[in-house]
């Protein structure tokens, strides 16, 4: 077959996934005018052949008989639709929330926007320039799922929402907090072969996985087990011992940073002895992984979803960062910084817009601050609920599924009841879409013209790449864009899309990004169809430019941080006789909406990880069916007895126990597991409006 860049025509389309950070280089064969398949783009600079069994999967999603490919109007309750024309969805569409919010205010509309579009350059960016075009505050993403607390620690430390992450390519000594890269390929850093830059800094040092869970990456290189919710411990008396001990680059910290002296004073306390009666890790062990790391030449500390989503969940992201900055590892090779960013410019990446700083749009209701410019999830329903100025009576939910995704998710339908309109971008009638009052029908990523622009700036080797669509938009699907765009028009609110493309934008911000003046541009991608590499590397920038504080200075100390320390010192002990559930990552899935891939979740049933001794002591066997319960609600699950767990520890998976409109994947075993999990604002990480996901105390009882 012949390369082509003409949509459905028959050859080998050149593409990249979009389901996970990787965005692995793929080829799609298409015979026929149709995918017959997909296989690894082995000329792609970057991931050089390396693709997961989920990108495969997508040609599947694309022909799903149960995807919805035309306009549906919801004519009664729940999940009854009739098909419409675009025209008459858009039409009904644009007067009904033009009149709710002529009457409600502009705060009254809200936007929830999930993962699949935010991998998509034009999708993105099409939510994004809808939001400003409406005028609307209330954005609520999965970042308070997610990454929320890692995002607030940045910008505390450093007045900038860029994310940190570390040097793959040269560090020899790396401790992984909280993360499985060997099945999530890695998250807010992007680096397709994670596997082989493993194996190669394992084999010029040591990488030490740092989890509750013996997992996939832990099974393969040093696991030190701690118990959940407790890696603010563990971090604080290594950082104590790095200050007892004067164990820091003080010539760094001297030039680059303020606050550490109030920040040491702040961890005195912290020490490995009380440390460990929190973690169990030994005081001794404590010890020897804060010194291992300050002593070696070229070491970092990175952390995930397993750290992000705990009761102290913005204070362990941030002395983690902390310990890379205190011990000389911020922006050299080895340690940990920003991605080159060859298409953007320092000042771009420097300060952040009152609306983005943390607390610009508190909830109303709650008080929970926003971070990055998003509400907390535990304020949707609240706010969709509590009456007064600013009450959510319009809603547009583009690729997000909140009831299945979010603590609070199956108690949203209440709020959806109360909406003059909710409106659901998406391919699949979802356990959120079937309370819609229209689901618009969008492209999968095989479908749309695409550019990694978003990505650029956190890859560990700096890659940049464009495509075409694979085939043309499948039935009546639309890109987000084009839906957006559209309706705005109809609103008279298009002029913040204008005339320009979002391919006729990217190629305005490669031009005048750091690489542009080297002549970087969408024409000069379009000549590398695999992608290119750039050249300039890493670290190829002052970060001091980077730096959003007035003073340019790494801030390790904030005063958000004293009642934190105030709240971890006064904390409670935790009940011994509960455990602690985390939430496990498989390789065949991905959150809520690839449950419906025969292939993928056939061999993939959601089991409970349950330790012998905690299994013996609640008179659990192995296959057997129990009853989970909390506060908040009860699921029944089956359990398997292993070791892959410590005692006081329990793990299952996400995104299960679907209800919607898929089915193959209703008909799939599994309990959503946020019928359970905290759920309401107080639950929250106040401080970041963070939900509290890992670490929480379950009953686990034979059903």
């Not at 919805?68 to 098909?83: C, D, N, Y």
Request: with cysteine; net charge negative; proline share 6%.
């Amino acid at each position: 077959m012949a390369l082509t860049t003409v949509p459905g025509e028959d050859g080998e389309h050149v593409t990249y996934c979009r389901i996970c950070e990787a965005l692995c280089g793929m080829v799609a064969d298409v015979k026929d005018g149709k995918i017959v398949k997909i296989r690894p783009d082995h000329d792609n600079p970057h991931s050089r052949g390396h693709i997961c069994v989920k990108g495969p999967a997508l040609v599947e999603v694309a022909y799903d008989e149960d995807r919805v490919t035309a306009p549906l109007k919801r004519i009664g309750g729940p999940g009854e639709f009739v098909r419409v024309t675009w025209n008459e969805a858009l039409a009904d569409i644009a007067d009904r929330l033009g009149a709710s919010i002529e009457k409600n205010g502009s705060a009254s509309f809200a936007m929830n926007t999930g993962n699949p579009p935010s991998m998509g350059w034009p999708s993105a960016m099409a939510n994004a320039l809808f939001q400003q075009a409406m005028g609307c505050s209330k954005l609520y993403t999965p970042s308070s799922e997610d990454i929320t607390s890692s995002v607030l620690a940045t910008e505390l430390l450093f007045g900038t929402h860029a994310f940190v992450f570390p040097d793959l390519a040269e560090c020899d000594h790396l401790l992984i907090f909280g993360s499985n890269p060997l099945v999530s390929h890695g998250s807010l850093l992007i680096a397709p072969r994670f596997r082989e830059d493993l194996e190669e800094i394992a084999r010029r040092g040591r990488v030490i996985v740092i989890d509750p869970r013996r997992t996939e990456t832990a099974r393969k290189y040093e696991h030190v087990s701690v118990m959940p919710d407790t890696d603010v411990w563990l971090l604080g008396a290594m950082l104590q011992v790095i200050s007892a001990e004067a164990l820091g680059d003080d010539d760094f910290i001297a030039d680059h940073c303020v606050g550490w002296a109030r920040l040491a004073a702040a961890l005195a306390w912290v020490t490995p002895e009380l440390a460990a009666s929190h973690c169990g890790i030994a005081a001794d062990a404590i010890r020897t992984l804060a010194r291992d790391f300050a002593g070696a030449q070229r070491a970092a500390a990175m952390g995930r979803i397993g750290i992000c989503r705990g009761s102290y969940s913005t204070l362990t992201n941030f002395l983690l960062q902390a310990l890379n900055v205190v011990c000389g590892r911020f922006h050299r090779p080895g340690g940990v910084g920003w991605g080159y960013g060859g298409t953007a410019t320092n000042e771009q990446f420097r300060g952040i817009s009152p609306a983005a700083t943390r607390g610009g749009i508190p909830s109303r209701v709650s008080g929970l601050p926003s971070v990055w410019g998003a509400q907390s999830s535990l304020t949707f329903l609240e706010e969709m609920v509590t009456p007064g100025e600013g009450q959510i009576k319009t809603l547009l939910v583009s690729g997000a599924n909140p009831v299945m995704s979010m603590p609070n998710g199956p108690r949203l339908p209440d709020g959806f009841a109360g909406l003059d309109l909710m409106v659901s971008l998406d391919f699949y009638m979802t356990e959120t879409a079937r309370h819609a009052h229209y689901i618009l029908p969008v492209t999968t990523a095989l479908e749309r013209e695409d550019i990694n622009q978003f990505f650029m700036n956190h890859m560990v080797r700096p890659f940049a790449q464009h495509v075409a669509a694979v085939v043309p938009p499948i039935g009546e699907a639309r890109t987000e864009w084009d839906i957006l765009s559209d309706l705005a028009e109809r609103m008279g609110r298009g002029r913040v899309f204008g005339t320009s493309s979002p391919f006729d934008l990217a190629d305005a911000g490669l031009r005048a990004g750091n690489e542009g003046k080297d002549g970087l541009s969408l024409a000069v991608l379009k000549e590398h169809p695999h992608g290119m590499m750039i050249a300039r590397g890493r670290w190829a920038f002052e970060f001091t430019k980077r730096i959003g504080h007035s003073d340019q200075k790494i801030h390790l100390w904030d005063p958000l941080l004293r009642g934190e320390f105030d709240r971890l010192q006064s904390s409670p002990p935790r009940d011994p006789a509960k455990l602690r559930l985390i939430n496990v990552r498989r390789l065949r899935s991905i959150n809520s909406w690839m449950q419906n891939v025969d292939r993928l979740a056939r061999n993939d049933d959601p089991l409970l990880l349950i330790h012998p001794d905690d299994a013996n002591a609640r008179r659990i066997c192995d296959g057997a069916t129990v009853e989970v319960s909390t506060a908040w609600g009860r699921i029944e699950v089956t359990v398997k007895v292993t070791d892959e767990v410590r005692a006081g520890c329990v793990a299952y998976p996400h995104g299960r126990g679907q209800m919607g409109g898929w089915r193959r994947a209703n008909n799939r075993p599994g309990a959503n597991l946020n019928e359970i999990t905290p759920s309401t604002p107080d639950m929250a990480e106040q401080i970041s409006g963070m939900s509290f996901l890992e670490g929480f105390d379950v009953n686990v009882t034979p059903a």
